[in-house]
Nanobody, 125 residues
Framework: QVQLVESGGGLVQAGGSLRLSCTASGRTLSNYLMGWFRQAPGKEREFVAAISRSGRSTSYADSVKGRFTISRDNAKNTVYLQMNSLKPEDTAVYYC??????????????????WGQGTQVTVSS
C-alpha cells in the first residue's frame, strides 16, 4: 500500500501560480500511474490531470489544458502539479491519486486505488 501526502496549496490571486506536490511513502511511486483530481464545494470530484509511470505521457481536463502541467520525479517519489494563470473557478480541494493497475491514463476516480488527504487551493478574484 502506498501513502500519499499533498502539499503546496494556499490562497492566491487570479492570474497567479501555485505548485502542488504529492509525495509517496510505502511503495516506489514509479509502479503507479498518477493523477490529480479536485473537488469544489457542492460539486463532484473531477479529473484534472494524469501522468504515466515513466512520465512520458500526460492527459489533462479541457478546463486546465494549457495552464496546468503535471510532472513526476520518481527518484524523489513525488508528483507535481504546476498551476499557472489560476482562475477563481479553480478553487477546490486538490487530491493526488495512484493507480496500480491501469496501463492507459485513467481519467475517472474509480480507477485509482490510493488517495491523499487533499490540499486546499483558493483563488481570489
Amino acid at each position: 500500500q502506498v501513502q500519499l501526502v499533498e502539499s503546496g496549496g494556499g490562497l492566491v490571486q487570479a492570474g497567479g501560480s501555485l505548485r502542488l506536490s504529492c509525495t509517496a511513502s510505502g511503495r516506489t511511486l514509479s509502479n503507479y500511474l498518477m493523477g490529480w483530481f479536485r473537488q469544489a464545494p457542492g460539486k463532484e470530484r473531477e479529473f484534472v490531470a494524469a501522468i504515466s509511470r515513466s512520465g512520458r505521457s500526460t492527459s489533462y481536463a479541457d478546463s486546465v489544458k494549457g495552464r496546468f502541467t503535471i510532472s513526476r520525479d520518481n527518484a524523489k517519489n513525488t508528483v507535481y502539479l504546476q498551476m499557472n494563470s489560476l482562475k477563481p473557478e479553480d478553487t477546490a480541494v486538490y487530491y493526488c491519486a495512484a493507480d496500480r493497475i491501469s496501463t492507459v491514463l485513467a481519467r475517472t476516480a474509480e480507477e485509482y486505488d490510493y488517495w491523499g488527504q487533499g490540499t486546499q487551493v483558493t483563488v481570489s478574484s
